[in-house]
């Protein structure tokens, strides 16, 4: 199977690279639920200093990742919709089918009206980039050897050009959440057998274009109920 595409780090701030230290420990279990996270054992553990340690705990627990005293929060507690722990949770692999069930229900509960908007607010500009998308998507696909990284890349930039184009300014923020859980989801599903997402896409875009807000709706919803079937 292929692995989901390296997470990018922040800058090389002193105090970003010790949250990015911290966060990496306990999503990736080190730090195990409810332990408290005592300064000169971490501090010696990460090999941090303890006044630029306490920052960073500081920054995780405004993130929800550690309560007020400093111990490790349940999962269920963690801010998925900031966008640090959603990437730190994604770096942390294997991503639960819980987690990609959770991502179907709010693309459900969000993308079909966002769809529809798109239909009635459309510019050439957006349908450019939806067209830009299918092209890669059906690149990816045509490729001799599968290409899950670029599968990925081309579904997640239609998903946020489709989430632009609504003119919702609400829609338009969650690529942030929606784009890189999708990129990871979409990763591990083209790496073995999965339907061809280009059908189901088109058909989204083509409604799109010609203004058909019903028709982009039912589109959207007949495209999840197929991306539901492949989920992990």
């Not at 730090?31 to 990460?46: I, Q």
């Not at 994604?90 to 991502?103: E, I, K, N, T």
């Not at 599968?151 to 969650?174: E, I, K, P, V």
């Not at 990129?183 to 058909?203: D, F, K, M, Y």
């Amino acid at each position: 199977m292929t692995s989901s595409p390296p997470v990018p780090h922040p800058g090389p701030d002193v105090h970003g690279t010790a949250m990015e230290a911290v966060a990496r420990a306990i999503t990736e279990g080190r730090y195990a639920t409810g332990a408290t996270l005592e300064l000169p054992r971490v501090a010696a553990d990460l090999t941090l200093t303890e006044p630029v340690l306490g920052e960073a705990l500081r920054a995780l627990a405004a993130k929800g990742l550690l309560d007020g005293t400093g111990r490790v929060r349940p999962r269920s507690a963690w801010n998925l919709l900031d966008s640090d722990v959603l990437r730190w949770t994604l770096a942390a692999a294997p991503v639960s089918p819980a987690f990609y069930g959770d991502l179907h229900e709010l693309r459900r509960s969000v993308e079909p009206p966002a769809a529809a908007l798109a239909a009635q607010h459309r510019s050439p500009a957006d349908l450019t980039v939806l067209d830009s998308a299918l092209a890669a998507m059906a690149c990816a696909e045509r490729a001799e050897h599968a290409d899950p990284v670029g599968a990925a890349q081309a579904d997640a930039t239609f998903h946020t050009a489709l989430l632009t184009a609504s003119g919702n300014r609400f829609y338009a923020q969650l690529p942030r959440v929606i784009a890189p859980a999708l990129t990871t989801r979409v990763c591990v599903v083209h790496a073995g057998p999965h339907h061809h997402p280009l059908p189901c896409h088109s058909e989204v875009a083509a409604r799109i274009r010609e203004r058909d807000a019903d028709g982009a709706y039912t589109a959207m919803l007949e495209l999840l109920d197929v991306s539901l079937r492949d989920d992990p």
